[in-house]
Structures are given as C-alpha cells and as structure tokens.
C-alpha cells in the first residue's frame, strides 16, 4: 500500500515538473522593400506584448540573438525607414522575427528571410506653406524636386506644376484667400529616379503670390544734390500680384517704351539720374510673370524734375 502511494505521489509530482508548452508562436513572416521603406508583415500566436525584428548582413553566423534589433508593438504589419537602420544600400540582409509575451517569454525566431537593399530615391516630409511659398524638409542629397499644386480637391495631374533645386519654392502662383493643395517629389539620379509623390498639404494663402497682374499707383520723387539742384527721380509703384520681376523704361515725351533699351529688376523702384530740370520725360513699367509672359506696358506716368 505505501509503495502504490509513493509510486502515484511520483507520477503526480513529474506531472507537474513537466514544461508548459509556449504559447507564443510564428506563423508567418515576410519582408520586402518599397522605395525607402522597408516593409514587414507577419502573424503571431499568443498573448503577444510586442514583436523583435532582428537584422544581420547575409554570409555572417546569422544568429539572430546577435543582429541588430528593431521592436515593434504592431501585431501584423510595420514599416520601417531604411536610413533610421544601420542597412546598407547594395547589400544583402537576412531578417528574423519573434514575439514577446508578459514577463519576457518568448517564442522561437522564425526565419530568415534575405533580401536585397537596393537604391532609392528619399522622399520629402515636413511640407508646408508659408508666406513665400511652399518648404519642405529632405535628408539626402536630391538632384532637383517637382512640385504640383491647385486648390483645395484638385486631382492629381490637373494641377500646376513646377520644379526647384532646393528644398523651398518661391515660384508657386498663388491667389489670396485660397486654400490649395500641394505635392512634393525627390528626383536623385538615373538609377534612384523618383521617389514617391507625398501630398496633399493644405494650405490657406492669405496674399497673392506671382499673381500676373498689372502695376498699379506709379509715382516719383525728385532727388536733388547738395546744393538743392533738381538731379534725378525714383520711381516707385506697386505690385498686387506679389511678383519678383520687371521691365521699365524712361523715355522722352510722346516716345513709346520700346523706343530705346529698357531695363529690368526685382524691386518695387528704379532711380534715374542725370535728368534736365523742367524736361517732361514718360516713364513705363510692366510685370514679367512667373510662366514668362508679360503684362502690358503700365504708362505714361509724366516725370519732370523741378
């Protein structure tokens, strides 16, 4: 009787000792490569608290106790910067997964998965617009950028298009008190091409910009020497449209503006000098607009120095 007991208190107590089968599991794991981001989808059984994605070039031990480590609390897919990594472009990389449970369980890693890093072109982040135009933000050495806009809803494709070198463009036509959209992409070379479109930004436009408009409210002052003698005028005027460039000219009485070489510039003004006091001279200005067309010639406006 006392053999039988102690042959079932033995039973029962390596019962007991025996290991819990884990209940955190992989079943699936993929990666891939969109542009800069690399993408991970995959499922997990188990009360999972978060996922370890380990990395590791392709050709090393590949332990993935040892590669380099990104934690995720996504359950099913996640996407990751290439260049938040240490990856290097033209390499190959071998990729492991595991999931976490509470205190620190964890499944086996599943994998590897390889895959080949190839070049890309980065796209642009932060835009917005501001008085002067559109910004943006960009982490890597960009050939040039394309930019299209239109108002608010405009469908892509429809809208107005221009290119810059830096990361700002000035030479957006906008109209006051309108909301437009905007969207922005990197060009890096023949071999990165694009990147991605990334848009819409709204924005709200509170004064025209490269609006091609007529200048308006011309007038000047005389300008005189030290000795009070009438030498030169400034001529100003204004510009509603928000523009960057001009033409003008100051000829003599009843002469067109085309009469001789006229000028150009940047600024709301020009001064003329070496005038002759109580001579009547016409001065014209018109606006060279951001597609290259001009306004007409805004005139005569009667300049006599006296």
């Excluded at 029962?12 to 490569?33: G, H, M, T």
């Excluded at 033209?90 to 492991?96: D, E, H, K, L, Q």
């Excluded at 943006?136 to 810059?164: H, R, V």
């Excluded at 700002?168 to 992409?185: G, H, M």
Aim: charged residues 15%.
């Amino acid at each position: 009787m006392n053999k039988l007991l102690f042959l079932l208190i033995l039973v029962i107590s390596l019962a007991s000792c025996k290991k819990k089968p884990n209940p955190l599991q992989i079943d699936s794991f993929s990666v891939e490569q969109t542009r800069q981001y690399l993408n991970f989808t995959f499922s997990s059984e188990g009360p999972v608290t978060y996922h370890e994605i380990s990395y590791a070039l392709a050709g090393n031990d590949n332990d993935p106790s040892t590669g380099t480590i990104i934690t995720t609390a996504a359950t099913a897919s996640y996407s990751e910067e290439i260049q938040n990594t240490s990856i290097t472009v033209g390499s190959n990389y071998v990729f492991y997964i595991r999931s976490i449970g509470e205190d620190n369980l964890k499944s086996d890693w599943f994998g590897p998965r390889a895959l080949d890093i190839s070049e890309y072109c980065a796209e642009p982040f932060d835009i917005e617009f501001n008085p002067t135009g559109l910004t943006w933000g960009s982490d890597f050495d960009i050939s040039f950028y394309e930019i299209e806009y239109g108002p608010q809803g405009f469908t892509q494709g429809s809208g107005l298009t221009t290119q810059a070198s830096y990361s700002f463009s000035t030479d957006l036509i906008l109209e006051a008190n309108v909301i437009y959209d905007a969207y922005v992409r990197s060009y890096c070379d023949a071999n990165s091409n694009w990147s991605a479109w990334v848009g819409p930004t709204s924005g709200f436009v509170s004064q025209n910009r490269n609006l091609c408009v007529d200048p308006t409210n011309l007038g000047f002052t005389t300008i005189y020497d030290s000795f009070n003698n009438p030498t030169a005028a400034n001529v100003t005027w204004d510009d509603d449209g928000n523009n960057f460039s001009y033409e003008y000219n100051l000829v003599l009485d009843g002469e067109s503006p085309e009469s001789s070489v006229y000028e150009s510039g940047t600024t709301l003004e020009n001064t003329y000098s070496n005038l002759t006091a109580n001579t009547q001279y016409d001065f014209y200005v018109r606006t060279v607009c951001q597609d290259g067309s001009k306004t007409a010639w805004i005139g005569p406006l009667d300049v006599v120095i006296n």
